[in-house]
């Protein structure tokens, strides 16, 4: 069985008519990632996506980062206040730098950073 989050697909339903889609503080779990980017993202083509507040981890960044490999609408993305750490925004960064041209606002206050995982690569 194929893993769901109707929390999430509701949201995202809703608010279809709009560019911007806001799925702060409803994730369960990394796996809603991928529900969250294959309809934000893929799917519905959104200019602005709010991940805040969703105990995201490296996991879902690497999830999110397959995403936005192709991705040539989104604008703005939040994903403050998430626990992404050093791994998670390294895989971020990569992605955006090498295969994401479309991008303009990133948010990624209070995600336990530090400055290791760059001195490290």
Do not use: H, W
């Not at 799925?23 to 805040?52: P, Y």
């Not at 879902?60 to 998670?88: H, Q, R, V």
């Amino acid at each position: 069985m194929q893993y769901q989050n109707v929390k999430i697909d509701k949201i995202i339903q809703e608010q279809e008519a709009s560019p911007e889609i806001l799925l702060d503080g409803i994730f369960t779990s990394d796996r809603d990632m991928e529900i969250a980017v294959n309809l934000a993202l893929l799917f519905k083509q959104c200019k602005q996506l709010s991940l805040a507040d969703n105990k995201i981890t490296s996991v879902g960044a690497l999830i999110l980062c397959d995403a936005l490999n192709d991705n040539t609408s989104l604008k703005e993305l939040s994903l403050n206040n998430n626990d992404l750490s050093d791994i998670g925004i390294y895989l971020l960064c990569k992605t955006l730098t090498n295969y994401n041209s479309t991008l303009e606002k990133l948010n990624l206050a209070s995600n336990g950073i530090t400055d290791e995982e760059f001195f490290v690569r």
